[in-house]
């Protein structure tokens, strides 16, 4: 590695957790707090945005704006801004807007940077539990209340041997659902309403499978990074790049990968 | 109140929280680890029983040995003991080992003391976030992270402005969840995987309703006690009392929890 793509590799590292600390600084009152006002984004669905999800994408791009003034940022709450250096900061300050204002510790910041071809590093940031899983330059770990370790994927081979999440019931088609199913009712555990939180355990070698629907870009870069530095794999529901969202397998190495996939592919 | 009775209840209190303590102690070095074993105690059910689950319960009983010798335990991982003082120990050392085994910090420390007209002071512990929910004797907190506060349930009077919890779809019978969807479709937000975590949400005053069935009496009565002392109510789907386990219906308040038995009972 020549020494200029070292130095760019360690600030793109520093800017990404001086991001998790200032969103997580900027959100944490508002969580669990009794005069938290949600509103409905979409008509019909329950997608609330709350003055902390802006709180804290806002104090993100305040720092992006004097540390990173030519990058590019996509992010869920603001509008997109292009990029004239090749790399985009795709951000989401609050994944999980549901566990959010149900108070559950499940959601997260998420922080990727990279350019077309994908993120490069990633950061999913759990501010209130004060952990932090993160990825990429050839490194992953994570850190949380007494730990502070490599975060390695599973080897798990076979699929009733898995542990599989994912956000349905709550998000998806019905058919999207039905290839979930396929792939759960061989696992040997399915658990439900974890949002990001669920990437980050793929990540730290906790869980097998990750299997989701109708994701954003924002909603899926940081985990990419982390869970592919971590010896993961995450692909769509085609086999094919996952990172401009649409659907996500997410699984914690090829061959789990490969034996979800084709489930997923049968009808 | 009596001299004696004010000096029991602190005494209670304290040993309650010295069990949560050593709970917490024995069990955490076993969350996340990789080599973890987990065995299945019911035959074609997914209840594993951890290593951790019963250092847990046994250093809760080393310490009720000493300080508490006349009273009777009530434990998941052991045989009851008898009480020859009136009160008995209630004890879940992991309530929610399906979460517990995957990693999420939605598993808690469960411990209710009471009498057989139910439990008179109640714990809900997460040692790995650091939460504490308790209640009884006239009071009700939670502490965490940055937190310490009186734990006050919802006065939420609709069901369509409600957030709603529960372990389905991965417990229950058919019948069951049946009923758990007619209150669920009425209420602003469902969601799903969190355990006993619910019921503490559900004190602290940020979700409204809790809805379970296949419960026994040590996955129920520390959040009988808690959500009780925080101005909830906890009954069975009939609208009896739920301390022996069974169904349950946990609620905000009196009007909320009408609205959800009248749902259940419709069929």
């Known amino acids: 590695m020549q020494h200029d793509e070292f130095q760019t ?38 997608d609330p945005v709350t003055v902390a999800d802006r709180a804290g994408e806002e104090a993100m791009r305040a720092i992006l704006a004097t540390e990173r003034p030519d990058d ?27 566990g959010f204002i149900s108070g559950t510790p499940t959601w997260g ?34 850190t949380g209340p007494g730990k ?8 798990t081979d076979s699929l009733d041997e898995a542990v599989i999440f994912t956000t349905f019931p709550e998000v998806g088609t019905s058919e999207d659902r039905a290839g979930f199913e ?23 070698g906790q869980i097998d499978l990750v299997i989701e629907a109708g994701l954003n870009a924002y909603d899926i870069q940081a985990p990419i990074a982390v869970i592919e530095a971590a010896g993961g794999i995450v692909t769509d529901w085609q086999g094919n790049p996952a990172h401009n ?13 490969a034996l979800a996939l084709e489930l997923l592919n049968q009808s």
Not at 148 to 155: F, K, P, W
Not at 182 to 201: F, H, P, S
């Open 182 to 204: 396929r792939v759960a009712a061989q696992c040997k555990l399915t658990r439900y309403g974890m949002d990001c939180y669920a990437y980050a355990l793929l990540a730290a």
């Open 72 to 98: 590019g940022i996509l992010g869920e709450e603001f509008e997109n801004k292009p990029s004239a250096s090749g790399l985009t900061w795709v951000l989401d300050p609050i994944d999980g807007t549901r």
């Open 245 to 257: 969202g649409g659907t996500a397998l997410a699984a914690a190495n090829p061959r789990i990968h």
């Open 9 to 46: 590799q360690a600030t793109l590292k520093r800017v990404a957790f001086a991001l998790a600390d200032a969103a997580g600084a900027a959100i944490l009152p508002h969580f669990r707090a009794t005069d938290l006002q949600a509103e409905n984004k979409l008509d019909g669905g329950f």
């Open 148 to 155: 502070d370790a490599a975060a390695v994927t599973r080897q």
């Open 109 to 142: 910041v998420l922080i990727a940077v990279g350019d077309e071809t994908g993120p490069k590093f990633g950061v999913i940031d759990q501010p209130y539990t004060r952990e932090r899983f993160w990825g990429g330059f050839g490194a992953a770990r994570w």
